[in-house]
């Protein structure tokens, strides 16, 4: 998600937002910027990694300041130059003025502005139509034409990519290992919440009161296991040796949902089934009787729906931990080849 001084200077400057970036032509040169939570990533087209020396000279602008705008990471290709600035989202102003001053430095440097075809390696200029792909998550704008003749050939190179990383690795597989570390991820739901019952009771002065656990933080506890989800089956995705890409992350992403409702029921009506001290009963004659109580007790249906509430948000907090690290972003665009309009 774009920041508000990323998505202000986009509209300001007629640029893109979309698909994760922020991209278009700015004084001359096509840029984009990718956003994660503690990272920003600038990409500019540009032949002047072609030249070591002039890129030198133009990068010694920001010789005694560079660690202000927290570049931790670049890359400087031929078509292209690309900065990984370590920034939250109320710092994101600091890569528009570092952009800026880049863009001076290199007129001050009298370097010819420009930009080449990634197909056929010629000169473009925004007044051309263009289209704009995605290539390994370096936007590139493209002639049209270009794109239409080398599409066929560029999703097969893509293909090809995607096929030798995942070599001797398979999904089904790796569904599997996910799906057997869900369960395990229920199991220490349904323990950590039988746990918390059981300590509960024996500190509560009265335990049959819900009124209590309600108030109390200690109750909800459990719920923090939903940061450990996603890490959780993704070791077992992982382990078994599942393709990487989209299908990892949607797998991992949907059965840690599918897990935490699952942990939240089965933890909630378990820890009662275990620690019951009544008349002996079938689990599921107890579940009916647990339904009924939460019509009839508000306090009691109260802090079942905290207690989901809380896990479901944990889980999603861990999902996002999980899934925009630079590490993540970068793996999920080792074989990407989209066109972008």
């Known amino acids: 998600m774009a920041s508000l001084s990323i998505k202000n200077f986009a509209i300001e400057n007629h640029l893109t937002v979309d698909y994760g970036y922020t991209y278009g032509w700015y004084k001359g040169f096509y840029i984009s910027i990718k956003e994660g939570i503690s990272y920003k990533i600038l990409t500019i087209i540009t032949k002047l990694g072609e030249n070591k020396n002039n890129l030198k000279k133009v990068l010694s602008e ?60 010629k000169p473009i200029n925004e007044s051309e139509k263009l289209t704009i792909v995605d290539i390994e998550g370096i936007l590139y704008p493209v002639h049209e034409n270009c794109y239409d003749e080398k599409k066929d050939k560029m999703k097969e190179k893509a293909k090809e990519k995607y096929d030798e990383i995942n070599k001797n690795r398979s999904f089904f597989k790796g569904l599997i290992g996910a799906i057997l570390f869900s369960l395990l991820f229920v199991l220490l739901l349904v323990g950590a919440y039988t746990l918390k019952e059981y300590l509960l009771g024996k500190l509560s002065s009265d335990p049959d009161s819900y009124d209590n656990y309600a108030a109390n933080l200690f109750h909800y ?120 309009n």
């Open 62 to 121: 920001f010789n005694n300041d560079l660690e202000k705008y927290c570049v931790n990471d670049n890359q400087f290709q031929n078509e292209y130059l690309q900065f990984t600035f370590n920034l939250n989202n109320d710092k994101a102003k600091l890569v528009i003025e570092f952009l800026d001053r880049f863009i001076e430095s290199y007129h001050n440097n009298s370097m010819e502005v420009g930009a080449n075809c990634h197909f056929c390696h």
């Open 221 to 340: 506890l459990p719920a923090l296991l939903g940061l450990i989800a996603p890490f959780l089956i993704d070791v077992g995705y992982q382990l078994l040796k599942g393709t990487k890409g989209n299908k990892r992350y949607g797998t991992v992403i949907i059965l840690s949902y599918i897990a935490s409702i699952l942990g939240i029921w089965f933890g909630f009506t378990f820890s009662i089934y275990f620690l019951w001290q009544g008349e002996p009963v079938s689990y599921f004659n107890l579940v009916s009787d647990i339904m009924s109580v939460m019509r009839i007790y508000p306090s009691f249906r109260l802090s079942f729906i905290l207690f989901a509430i809380f896990t479901l948000v944990f889980t999603t907090i861990g999902v996002i931990i999980k899934f925009t690290t630079m590490k993540e972003v970068k793996e999920s665009e080792m074989t990407t080849m989209d066109k972008l």
